[in-house]
Structures are given as structure tokens and as C-alpha cells.
């Protein structure tokens, strides 16, 4: 029977398996400056697990160009106020019909970003254009397929879609078909790579990212379609988001790649006892005063008040710790510590699964 690896028969890519979310900054340190970088998460309802996300970003110290999380089990008029990251723009495509599913991108705000429409049928999926001063960088096919689904609809649409793909385009995300390259290859999998191989894609994930009690598969994905430029790939060895590993990739797409990490950021800081001093000026309110219609009035009012504020408040610009990027007050380094203490036997229980003090300290 087939195997996975029948359709990919050059190495395109330099994939790491299994690294540490504290490893993963050192093992890609050539990529960093000059890379469009790509996270994907597996959350299983994001309602109560943005902490864990921005966890997560805190141990691997990486501002990814683009952040895919799949399964966000939003409905349609989610209120996503609270799932916001700094320098970061959200888009969101939700299931219509009944709870579950859904798919959301993070796009870093200095990237220009167009959203194209698609549909995949048996999925949530949502093509995202980026650009850099006017050029094009990548488009993220970001796809949340449910295992339950008519996979020969869903090959059937993806199949008419790809051909349109830009080049430098990368499908990423939870597709539930496993590609694993040590099980035996079903008959949706077969088809589902002959789709992607005719249309010049190649996933460069070669390692499992679902570890079960009996049974290890590959259902999270990353295709490209250029083979050319140098790249390289993982999967993060953490399972505080749910029971699938996060994958990354990076990619140097030559000239038009040319985006560097900022190490700053501009804050704006208020003098609230400045701001009490110019409010409480005498002459600071005469305009109102003078005005003889409430509408005018309310209008002089808030255009004093916007100055005032503008005076008392001043930018300064800081150096970003990476590490300290997306921590939250109440995240102490001692509960850092910790849960990178958890992660060792997590991973300890994985190279020793018949050491029951080892699990029963993992536990």
C-alpha cells in the first residue's frame, strides 16, 4: 500500500521534530531576521485558552509573521475583543451551521493584508494575501477540515482551487488526514495527496503531531507550493493548547521577503496629574461656555478635552524583551518555571512509557 513519502521524492525541507518550545528560537536563528514565519495551533475551543496561547508565544520568543488556530468553536457573532494580540490584526471565518469547527489568522500589523473569500466544502477556510510595501510576501491558505466530513467534496473543491493559488502560497492547518508514514495509507489520504502533488504542493510536516494511546498520526499540515527557496519546519513538543503538537515553518522567499523582527515599540504614556492640572484651568472651558446650542457645545467639549489629553500624554519608545513580549501581570516566572518543569517529564514520559514514577510525576 502507498506511504506518504511516495509523493515527495526530493527533501525540500529541513524538518525538526519534537523540539522544546524553549529550543525552538536557537534551532532557527539563521531564519529569524529574513523569514515569513508560520505558527499553527490546534485549540479545540479558544474560549478559555487565549493564556495558554500567549503562554506559549512567551516560551518560543518568536513574533510570527502569521499565527493559524484551528477549532476556535466561535459562532458567528463571537465578540473577539478579548482574543487580540498585540501588533497583531484577527481574521476570523466561523462555522454557519451548528457549533465546532472555525479557523482564525493572526497577521502582524506591518504587513499589508488582503482576505479572499473561499470555500471549501466540510470546512472553514479563508485565503489571506499579505503584502510588503505593495509587494507580494505570501498567501496562507489557513484550513480547518472535520474529520467527519465528505472528504470527496472537500478534495473536490480544494482541487478546483489550487490551480488559482498564487505562487508562494502556503495551505496550512488541521486537515485530518493522516499522513503519517509509518501507518498504512487510507483511500481519502491517497486522494487528498494526489490533489495536492498535481497541483505542485509539498508538505514539508514529516513528523507526527497527534500522539494517542495506540497510535501516532500526521493530521496537521503545511504545503507549499515553491520548492526553490530554502526552508525549514518542526513540530513543538507541547500539548498546553490540546492534544495535537503546534507546527511551525519559515520561509525565505528571495528578493521579495524582506521583513526584520522589531526589537521596539512605541507606548504611549498619560501624566494623569498633568492632565488634572489643564482640565482644571479657568480659561480651559470659556469656548464651551460661550456656545449657545448643546450640539456645539458637546462638539467644543470634545475637541478641548482630545487637546488637553494629546498634551499630557507622551510616546516613548522601548526595547521589546522578546521573553516578556505576551506575558500577562498575574504570569510570575516562577509559574514559568513550572510549567517548563512539566514539559521535561511530559517529554521524559514519551522516552520512558513503561516508568510509572515518571507519568505519575508528568500527572
Given at each position: 500500500?502507498?506511504?506518504?513519502?511516495?509523493?515527495?521524492?526530493?527533501?525540500?525541507?529541513?524538518?525538526?521534530?519534537?523540539?522544546?518550545?524553549?529550543?525552538?528560537?536557537?534551532?532557527?536563528?539563521?531564519?529569524?531576521?529574513?523569514?515569513?514565519?508560520?505558527?499553527?495551533?490546534?485549540?479545540r475551543s479558544f474560549n478559555k485558552k487565549m493564556p495558554q496561547l500567549e503562554i506559549l508565544l512567551t516560551q518560543l520568543q518568536i513574533n510570527f509573521s502569521c499565527i493559524i488556530v484551528s477549532e476556535t468553536w466561535f459562532s458567528e457573532n463571537q465578540f473577539l475583543n478579548s482574543y487580540y494580540l498585540?501588533?497583531?490584526?484577527?481574521?476570523?471565518?466561523?462555522?454557519?451551521?451548528?457549533?465546532?469547527?472555525g479557523v482564525c489568522v493572526y497577521v502582524l500589523k506591518e504587513l499589508e493584508t488582503?482576505?479572499?473569500?473561499?470555500?471549501?466544502?466540510?470546512?472553514?477556510?479563508?485565503?489571506?494575501?499579505?503584502?510588503?510595501l505593495g509587494r507580494p510576501v505570501c498567501s496562507v491558505l489557513a484550513v480547518y477540515r472535520a474529520p467527519s466530513g465528505c472528504w470527496r467534496g472537500f478534495l473536490e473543491s480544494l482541487g478546483a482551487l489550487a490551480p488559482s493559488l498564487p505562487s508562494n502560497t502556503v495551505i496550512a492547518g488541521d486537515l485530518?488526514?493522516?499522513?503519517?508514514?509509518?501507518?498504512?495509507?487510507?483511500t481519502p489520504s491517497l486522494e487528498y495527496l494526489r490533489v495536492m502533488s498535481s497541483n505542485g504542493f509539498y508538505n514539508i510536516i514529516h513528523s507526527p503531531t497527534r500522539y494517542g494511546q495506540t497510535k501516532t498520526s500526521l493530521l496537521d499540515h503545511m504545503y507549499v507550493n515553491n520548492i526553490g527557496d530554502q526552508k525549514c519546519s518542526g513540530t513543538i513538543d507541547s500539548d498546553i493548547l490540546a492534544d495535537r503538537l503546534p507546527i511551525i515553518g519559515f520561509f525565505q522567499f528571495g528578493s521579495s521577503m524582506d521583513l526584520k523582527q522589531d526589537k521596539t515599540k512605541v507606548i504611549s504614556k498619560l501624566d494623569h496629574s498633568l492632565l488634572s492640572n489643564k482640565i482644571n484651568e479657568p480659561e480651559c472651558w470659556n469656548a464651551v461656555y460661550a456656545c449657545t446650542e448643546p450640539d456645539e457645545a458637546f462638539e467644543v467639549f470634545t475637541s478641548t478635552f482630545q487637546k488637553r489629553l494629546s498634551e499630557a500624554t507622551a510616546n516613548k519608545t522601548i526595547k521589546l524583551n522578546k521573553k516578556q513580549a505576551f506575558k500577562q501581570p498575574w504570569m510570575i516566572n516562577k509559574i514559568l518555571k513550572l510549567i517548563k518543569n512539566r514539559e521535561k517529564f511530559r517529554s521524559s514520559s514519551f522516552q520512558h512509557p513503561f516508568n510509572k514514577k515518571i507519568h505519575e510525576k508528568y500527572n
Open positions: 500500500m502507498a506511504k506518504p513519502n511516495d509523493f515527495t521524492e526530493i527533501p525540500i525541507v529541513d524538518h525538526k521534530p519534537r523540539l522544546s518550545p524553549y529550543s525552538v528560537k536557537n534551532c532557527f536563528t539563521s531564519f529569524l531576521d529574513k523569514s515569513f514565519s508560520i505558527l499553527h495551533v490546534n485549540v498585540d501588533d497583531y490584526n484577527l481574521y476570523c471565518r466561523s462555522r454557519f451551521d451548528g457549533g465546532g469547527g488582503r482576505v479572499v473569500d473561499v470555500r471549501l466544502m466540510g470546512s472553514e477556510a479563508m485565503l489571506v494575501r499579505m503584502f510588503d485530518n488526514f493522516d499522513l503519517n508514514s509509518d501507518n498504512d495509507i487510507d
